[in-house]
């Protein structure tokens, strides 16, 4: 598979040993897939369909694959200054509410639900691998916290 070579992916893929050909910029990658340098090349959920669609002129045999995806966790973090506290428990408590009232659900429905329903996740075989670069998740497999968790514990999603 390819990725870029400074890519915090590259290091989870070769961290579960997957050989991985790395490649120095972006837009490099996708004519270095389409010349066969590897064989395909991971994106996040909402990124392909975007990308096959900016690079269709210029590289018409790019597409993405329908039936298989790999998923490992990758969470996002607010980061503040350590003596910050006061912000940190304020951010900690919004999320939480937002979580709870489903106000965080439907934001991140609005920014990421068309890519969800494009990307027919429940027709495809979902491939997990652990983040090898990560020695703690917080929340860790807690389906109110991880979208694809939740989907996995509900069976909306045929995980291995």
């Given at each position: 598979?390819?990725?870029?070579?400074?890519?915090?992916?590259?290091?989870?893929?070769?961290?579960?040993?997957?050989?991985?050909?790395?490649?120095?910029?972006?837009?490099?990658?996708?004519?270095?897939?389409?010349?066969?340098?590897?064989?395909?090349?991971?994106?996040?959920?909402?990124?392909?369909?975007?990308?096959?669609?900016?690079?269709?002129?210029?590289?018409?045999?790019?597409?993405?694959?329908?039936?298989?995806?790999?998923?490992?966790?990758?969470?996002?973090?607010?980061?503040?200054?350590?003596?910050?506290?006061?912000?940190?428990?304020?951010?900690?408590?919004?999320m939480e509410t937002a979580i709870e009232d489903g106000s965080?659900?439907?934001?991140?429905?609005?920014?990421?639900?068309?890519?969800?329903?494009?990307?027919?996740?429940?027709?495809?075989?979902?491939?997990?691998?652990?983040?090898?670069?990560?020695?703690?998740?917080?929340?860790?497999?807690?389906?109110?916290?991880?979208?694809?968790?939740?989907?996995?514990?509900?069976?909306?999603?045929?995980?291995?």
């Open positions: 598979m390819g990725q870029g070579a400074d890519w915090l992916d590259t290091r989870i893929l070769k961290g579960n040993d997957f050989k991985v050909v790395t490649g120095s910029s972006y837009d490099g990658l996708f004519h270095m897939v389409m010349r066969g340098r590897f064989d395909f090349f991971p994106r996040g959920l909402y990124e392909p369909f975007i990308e096959v669609q900016r690079w269709s002129s210029e590289l018409p045999g790019l597409t993405v694959e329908k039936s298989l995806a790999l998923y490992y966790p990758y969470p996002d973090f607010f980061w503040v200054r350590k003596s910050n506290t006061l912000l940190a428990d304020r951010l900690r408590k919004g965080f659900d439907k934001l991140f429905d609005s920014e990421f639900g068309k890519a969800i329903v494009q990307a027919k996740l429940n027709q495809r075989l979902i491939f997990t691998i652990p983040n090898t670069e990560l020695d703690h998740i917080p929340h860790a497999g807690d389906p109110q916290y991880c979208f694809f968790e939740r989907m996995k514990h509900d069976g909306k999603l045929n995980f291995k």
